[in-house]
């Protein structure tokens, strides 16, 4: 059995406690993510997810409930909450607000220097995250204020992946890029999981993206978890998500009409692809396998 | 979280003394702290301390809220308070020890100088607590308009401090942010020492001080886009009207500052 790498229980948190604006931000989310998964999580503004995110390396305390990382529960007494912070990675939406350093080399080694790592090793690991996301060599150099927007955030995320992170946490990686920054970065990300083997969760507002690397999605409704399913499964439940109000992919909004119309090419199509072998398979033998 | 700090010290109402314009409440202000400084004697401080006690009673405003504009100047009331108590040299004296002499004079006139700082901060204080930031820099830009005539830049002044005053809660929710990206970087913000403390704010002061001249520059690129030119011609969204009510508080005090000059007259 593979071991799980987050575990909550219960996870309750309200901002304002005592305040008459107190609000009840995540709700009672109880959930297991096992070790190596490619997680989405997606939900509407305010439903929770980026709050919630802020549990797993412990900058936020849960007003209730337990959270455990690699099975440690993390705010037992005997867990130095900087430790979590090393083992899980977070990278915040427009991490390229977090740049600071003259070079893009200083900047990705903060995260290594913080934990403390010889000289030798810190070199070793920015080499290593900066190849990883794409960062390349001559630019560590270089001041970071000089990169392009996309160039940016990769360094900023080569900052995170630089601690070499067991589960790695993004919050809208791609956000307010362009096409092809967006892309370049989520395909490096999801490299840099096949290559590692670590956990990853990527909140994201778009369907599409998470349906195109995640494993296992997370679907989050006012601070709830409203679904949590394997990607192949979460489109089984489209009229749901629709009716929260969030989107499906194109395609998969185009099959479900197909079904509507009596031509049956599965509740799981939510690739191009897949619906075009799908619909080649129905026209050739009348239904799909 | 740091968004929750307030800035200045406004505390919305609908009193009396909150619907005075802003710029009859500072000339008040003013009139106030001179007042303060004509009364001569203990019963001229007492007339004045009344009228502004009386002044937080119709403005609804909390009289803890005295204690907490005193706060920060309890450094100055005492400082000033033991210069004049031991400083001050006259004929009788109240208490002797070792080098230390104190005299009544010396005593009288450290409670008199505690009581009229005090007074004056609480009479201030009564301003900022009673008009917005926004109204008050409106106020300043109107009284200060006749120094435009030598060519002071009296609008720009006031559109500075407007734009710094709505940009501090938009800093303040970057800051916030900056600070948990770092810390989750394995910044540590609360470490012991002042130049350990001092580097740790690098990580959060470059990426605020990039994004705020970012901002700046945004936004005046977006004022020179609809054609910004400054105060002349411009209109207003907020205008401040003077009412009946503005000039029957003049009177008022102007009889309560007749009251403290005729005590002064007749007791010295």
């Not at chain 1, 936020?60 to 440690?72: S, V």
């Not at chain 1, 915040?92 to 080399?105: C, I, K, N, W």
């Not at chain 1, 369907?207 to 296992?216: G, L, P, R, S, T």
């Amino acid at each position: 059995m593979t071991m799980t790498a987050v575990k909550t229980k219960g996870l309750t948190y309200r901002y304002g406690v005592g305040t008459p604006f107190e609000i009840k931000a995540v709700d009672s989310v109880s959930l297991d993510i096992k070790k190596g998964n490619f997680i989405g999580i997606i939900g509407h503004t305010g439903s929770g997810k980026s709050t919630f995110i802020q549990h797993l390396n412990g900058l936020l305390k849960p007003t209730d409930g337990e959270i455990f990382i690699n099975e440690r529960n993390i705010w037992s007494k005997e867990v130095d909450i900087r430790s979590i912070r090393f083992e899980v990675g977070l990278v915040f939406q427009y991490s390229e607000h977090q740049l600071f350093e003259e070079t893009v080399f200083k900047d990705i080694a903060f995260g290594p220097r913080n934990i403390g790592l010889s000289e030798e090793e810190v070199k070793a690991r920015v080499y290593r995250a900066a190849e990883a996301m794409g960062v390349h060599e001559n630019w560590l150099s270089r001041s970071p204020f000089d990169l392009s927007g996309g160039q940016k955030r990769r360094v900023a995320l080569a900052g995170v992946i630089a601690m070499e992170p067991k589960i790695l946490v993004l919050d809208e990686p791609a956000a307010g890029l362009d096409p092809y920054g967006r892309d370049k970065v989520l395909s490096k990300i999801k490299e840099y999981h096949e290559s590692s083997g670590i956990t990853i969760l990527l909140v994201s507002h778009s369907m599409e993206d998470i349906v195109k690397y995640a494993d296992k999605v997370i679907v989050m409704n006012k601070g709830g978890v409203f679904l949590y399913e394997e990607t192949d499964k979460v489109f089984s439940h489209a009229d749901e998500i629709v009716q929260i109000g969030l989107d499906v992919p194109q395609i998969t909004r185009f099959a479900r009409l197909l079904r509507q119309k009596g031509f049956n090419i599965g509740d799981d199509v939510y690739t191009v692809e897949r619906a075009k072998a799908r619909v080649l398979e129905v026209l050739k033998n009348g239904k799909y396998e | 979280m740091l968004k929750d700090i307030t800035i200045g010290q406004y505390f919305p109402g609908e009193s009396i003394i909150h619907r005075l314009d802003a710029r009859f409440k500072i000339i008040f202000s003013v009139l106030a702290a001179v007042m303060l400084f004509t009364a001569q004697n203990f019963m001229g401080l007492g007339i004045a301390a009344v009228f502004i006690i009386m002044c937080y009673a119709a403005s609804g405003i909390k009289f803890k809220m005295i204690l907490k504009s005193l706060k920060p100047i309890v450094p100055l009331i005492i400082f000033t308070g033991v210069l004049n108590l031991f400083f001050i040299k006259g004929e009788e004296v109240l208490f002797e020890w070792w080098f230390i002499t104190i005299y009544t004079d010396g005593a009288k006139t450290s409670a008199f100088m505690i009581v009229r700082i005090m007074t004056l901060i609480t009479g201030m204080s009564l301003l900022t607590y009673t008009s917005s930031p926004i109204m008050l820099t409106d106020a300043i830009e109107s009284l200060l308009s006749p120094l435009k005539k030598i060519r002071f830049p009296v609008h720009e002044l006031a559109m500075m401090m407007m734009i710094a005053l709505r940009f501090i809660p938009l800093l303040i929710e970057e800051t916030d942010k900056i600070m948990m990206a770092q810390k989750a970087r394995g910044a540590n913000l609360d470490a012991k020492g002042l130049i350990k403390k001092a580097k740790a704010l690098i990580p959060i002061l470059i990426p605020l001080f990039i994004s705020a001249f970012k901002r700046a520059n945004e936004l005046a690129m977006a004022m020179e886009c609809r054609c910004y030119k400054g105060g002349e011609g411009r209109t207003r969204l907020r205008k401040l009207k003077c009412s009946a009510i503005d000039f029957l508080a003049l009177g008022l005090i102007l009889c309560v500052y007749g009251m403290i000059i005729a005590n002064n007259i007749a007791f010295g």
